[in-house]
């Protein structure tokens, strides 16, 4: 009967251990971030870009997690040739105004 009881035990510990494995990982801030091609970008967030930064030709787009959120950082160039980024959320949501 000992036996029976010890056997249950370890097998539920084995059980818990790997439990929490079935879940899908949450990101890190070191995960990489990936470049996208402009038209992988959602419309929502190519449209806040726009907004925020009118008159740049958005060229380059990348994604990646900060803080737990999914964070679409659009760049591209002004009519003066300098470049210009934006940080924005899958939700179309400005993060990081740009610095003036």
């Given at each position: 009967?000992?036996?029976?009881?010890?056997?249950?035990?370890?097998?539920?510990?084995?059980?818990?251990?790997?439990?929490?494995?079935?879940?899908?990982p949450?990101?890190?801030?070191?995960a990489a971030?990936?470049?996208?091609?402009?038209?992988a970008?959602?419309?929502?967030?190519?449209?806040?870009?726009?907004k925020?930064?009118p008159?740049?030709e958005?060229?380059?787009?990348?994604?990646?997690?900060?803080?737990?959120?999914?964070?679409?950082?659009?760049?591209?160039?002004?009519?003066?040739?300098?470049?210009?980024?934006?940080?924005?959320?899958a939700a179309?949501?400005?993060?990081?105004?740009?610095?003036?």
């Amino acid at each position: 009967m000992i036996r029976s009881v010890r056997i249950l035990v370890a097998g539920l510990v084995v059980a818990l251990s790997f439990s929490s494995g079935c879940a899908a990982p949450k990101p890190t801030e070191s995960a990489a971030e990936e470049k996208l091609a402009l038209d992988a970008v959602p419309a929502g967030v190519m449209e806040a870009a726009k907004k925020q930064q009118p008159g740049v030709e958005f060229q380059w787009a990348t994604k990646g997690w900060q803080d737990g959120v999914l964070i679409y950082k659009v760049q591209g160039e002004s009519g003066e040739g300098m470049i210009h980024e934006v940080q924005v959320t899958a939700a179309g949501e400005v993060v990081a105004p740009p610095a003036k």
